[in-house]
């Protein structure tokens, strides 16, 4: 059963989210991450997407929480599932998001024409999850969020406030916290009820790790080399 729901979008902290959560008991919880890691739960995803009835509860069973993509597109649905869910809504400067989006998960999992098409054609030939969860992204996100216009800052950065906006204006606020993952632990152990873990806050920005390893799934691409089991599942 889901008690906690993510209404941040991706590039937020979200993955630092989930790690929180795993550490404070609510795991496991589902991210973007989780569809390298049950490749299962892409069609199922997909069809939510197509706008097909979902059972929820169903799709996200064994879940105690779900963050980012694609669950943070659905926060409306999931909150009116989840009743006693807590609601936690990551944020961050519309600038800094935008740069981080854009040379992640926009670079790595959006189409593009040219060699770098070509790359990635090649990719999704070798490793076809990665071509359906490029795909469902392509839809989801790229198409239905934020209309084929991500590449225009202003745009993206509007349809990232106005996200925020409506969770804050639609979630009860004794139900919602918002969350900068800077603040680390206290205000998200007090909003949860639950005690401060002895250990610094996971902080994690992957980044850099996404890069790395979008850029060893390449060369293992150009050189038909098969992706070892762990870095599907790395692939964000």
Same mark, same amino acid.
């Given at each position: ?10 590039? #937020?902290? #979200?993955?630092?989210?989930? *790690? ?26 997909? *069809? ?17 929480? *779900? ?25 961050? $400067? ?5 740069? &981080? ?8 999992? /959006? ?6 098409? /070509? ?15 490029? *795909? ?8 239905? #969020? ?18 925020? #906006? ?7 606020? $004794? ?14 152990? $007090? ?17 850099? &790790? ?22 599907? &599942?790395?692939?964000?």
């Amino acid at each position: 059963m889901v008690e906690i729901i993510g209404a941040g979008m991706g590039r #937020t902290g #979200t993955y630092s989210l989930q *790690a929180a959560l795993v550490k404070l008991g609510y795991g496991p919880c589902h991210h973007m991450s989780s569809l390298g890691e049950h490749p299962e739960l892409i069609p199922r995803w997909e *069809a939510v997407v197509r706008g097909e009835e979902v059972d929820w509860k169903d799709l996200l069973a064994g879940y105690r929480s *779900a963050v980012d993509w694609p669950a943070c597109s659905f926060w409306r649905d999931l909150a009116d599932t989840y009743t006693d869910a807590k609601v936690v809504l990551t944020i961050r $400067d519309p600038e800094s998001w935008y740069a &981080s989006a854009r040379e992640t998960i926009y670079r790595y999992m /959006a189409r593009k024409p040219g060699i770098e098409g /070509a790359i990635m054609r090649l990719e999704e030939r070798l490793y076809p999850s990665l071509r359906r969860r490029r *795909a469902l992204c392509e839809r989801l996100i790229w198409e239905d #969020t934020f209309e084929g216009r991500f590449d225009e800052p202003q745009w993206a950065m509007e349809i990232f406030q106005r996200h925020n #906006t409506a969770v804050q204006r639609v979630i009860a606020p $004794d139900r919602l916290l918002v969350f900068d993952v800077r603040q680390g632990w206290q205000p998200l152990c $007090d909003f949860i009820g639950v005690e401060i873990p002895n250990e610094p806050f996971p902080h994690l920005n992957i980044a850099d &790790s996404f890069v790395r390893m979008a850029a060893l799934r390449r060369r293992r691409a150009l050189t038909l080399r098969k992706m070892r089991p762990e870095e599907g &599942s790395a692939i964000r």
